[in-house]
């Protein structure tokens, strides 16, 4: 059931930014994008969420695109401990869907 | 932050034992929580919703009376894996649901890795 699309594995240099994209084409109006990273053996961590406006907390920022088909996470200064899996989430704000299906993810290595 | 507990965090059995995991909200009240299962280098699979108060929710191919949820009160839902077997070998995760607007996003416990022999 998952509605997201993301590249399979990415690296990323440390102290750089890490662009991770994630297409969902067929969201509803009345769902949000969520953010989680998966270290190993741990279970996922939030990061972000956002609706339409792009969104920025302690931990990344969030960029969604104007027809809201696809978003951005951005780490903006990587680090070893960012080496993750990432999951891209779409669940509706309404009604009974309170469920994450959770996609195949992007694995991130920050390479040193 | 919200915090969601998980105990144990790891288990060795022999199978057909029955195990029971627990899931705690530390912070703040769940009236729904989440089970999830995750084999080797595979994704989230989620595998029942867990509702204060009444029977849980069972996705698509999860048998309910092999897997026996229990969520007895807002902080506390129980997983029971019962009569295990080794492919019953596996992370299980659970999640709530912080705070009453549905956009509040999940937040995960640390997860218990079941190993049957």
């Known amino acids: 059931d998952a509605k997201t699309t993301q590249p399979t594995s990415m690296d990323c240099a440390e102290g750089r930014a890490a662009n991770l994209p994630c297409n969902h084409s067929?969201?509803?109006?009345?769902?949000?994008v969520y953010w989680y990273r998966q270290i190993h053996s741990q279970g996922p961590q939030y990061i972000i969420h956002g609706l339409k406006n792009n969104e920025t907390n302690e931990m990344a920022s969030l960029i969604i695109t104007e027809d809201r088909k696809s978003s951005t996470l951005i780490l903006p200064h990587a680090t070893l401990r960012d080496t993750a899996v990432y999951y891209c989430i779409v669940r509706p704000s309404r009604g009974t869907g309170n469920q994450f299906y959770f996609g195949t993810g992007t694995s991130l290595t920050v390479i040193p | 932050g919200a915090v969601v507990s998980q105990h144990p965090s790891w288990v060795i059995c022999k199978s057909g034992t029955s195990v029971k995991i627990e899931c705690r909200s530390l912070d703040f009240q769940a009236t729904t929580m989440f089970w999830y299962r995750q084999f080797p280098k595979q994704s989230l699979m989620l595998m029942a919703t867990?509702?204060?108060?009444?029977?849980?929710?069972?996705e698509q191919g999860v048998e309910k009376d092999k897997f026996l949820i229990n969520h007895a009160s807002l902080t506390l839902s129980t997983l029971t894996v019962t009569s295990a077997h080794p492919e019953d070998s596996s992370f299980y995760i659970c999640s709530a649901r912080g705070g009453v607007r549905r956009n509040q996003p999940q937040h995960f416990g640390d997860g218990t890795r079941l190993s049957i022999l």
């Open positions: 067929t969201i509803s109006g009345n769902e949000y």
């Open positions: 867990s509702n204060e108060g009444s029977k849980a929710t069972y």
